[in-house]
């Protein structure tokens, strides 16, 4: 099935770094969500992006939906150790207007 | 609110075993999904539910069954398991309104080996 390119695949930088990712689609798509995935744990919706160059925030999470509408980012500013998760990027558009999952970008924060 | 469950946490199965996986929410929402997780694929829909009553297929349906015969409940039947089936499986629900559909809730996962 179609899925989304997610980057980095895992990221390992010390507190206080500030992070970046990045999905990228070969479909255009009208929504694109941001989840995180706590170690045990079913994903908890992050940030929902509903038109093309919108900028959201959500405390230390910055997401944006690309002018392309076939990508978006997530920025996290001064990493914490609990920000360590494993971070998806999900889409929705296309003939199905299916949510489709990336495959996730594993952050280790160390102290 | 307890939110969504799901039962078992963990699972394991001889092939051509059957189960059922429980998957209950108690947020009154109309919109329930199976999704399962494998490693280096994100999550994977299996099939989902709009209403009671009313079950559809999502991108990997095969060995699955579904029914929604309560707006609480949406269990997934594996009726012959297979090694291919070893994944993690997570129940989601969410309202059906618009952008709502799309603030899922996640239950805590099955964790389920087939040997």
């Known amino acids: 099935g179609q899925q989304l390119n997610q980057s980095p695949q895992s990221m390992f930088i010390q507190e206080g770094e500030d992070v970046s990712m990045n999905c990228t689609s070969s479909?255009?798509?009208?929504?694109w969500l941001w989840y995180k995935q706590d170690p045990g744990e079913g994903p908890v919706l992050l940030i929902a992006?509903?038109?093309?160059?919108e900028l959201t925030s959500n405390g230390r999470l910055t997401a944006q939906f690309g002018i392309t509408r076939k990508d978006s980012f997530l920025n996290i500013s001064a990493s914490i150790p609990s920000d360590v998760g494993i971070y998806f990027c999900a889409g929705r558009g296309g003939a199905t207007n299916k949510l489709i999952f990336g495959t996730g970008t594993l952050l280790a924060v160390q102290p | 609110n307890a939110g969504v469950t799901q039962t078992p946490k963990f699972q394991v199965l001889k092939t051509g075993q059957s189960m059922t996986l429980q998957c209950a929410q108690d947020?009154?929402?109309?919109?329930m999904s199976w999704y399962r997780q494998d490693p280096g694929m994100g999550l994977r829909l299996i099939h989902y539910?709009?209403?009671?009553?009313?079950?559809d297929q999502g991108e990997v349906p095969n060995g699955y069954n579904v029914s929604r015969s309560t707006t609480e409940d949406f269990p997934l039947r594996l009726l012959s398991a297979a090694p291919s089936q070893t994944s993690v499986y997570f129940c989601?629900?969410?309202?059906?309104?618009?952008?709502?559909?799309?603030?899922?809730?996640f239950g805590p996962g099955t964790r389920l080996t087939v040997l």
């Open positions: 947020m009154n929402h109309e919109y």
């Open positions: 479909s255009i798509f009208n929504t």
């Open positions: 539910s709009v209403g009671a009553g009313i079950t």
């Open positions: 992006l509903y038109k093309a160059g």
């Open positions: 989601a629900s969410s309202r059906l309104a618009g952008f709502l559909t799309d603030t899922q809730y």
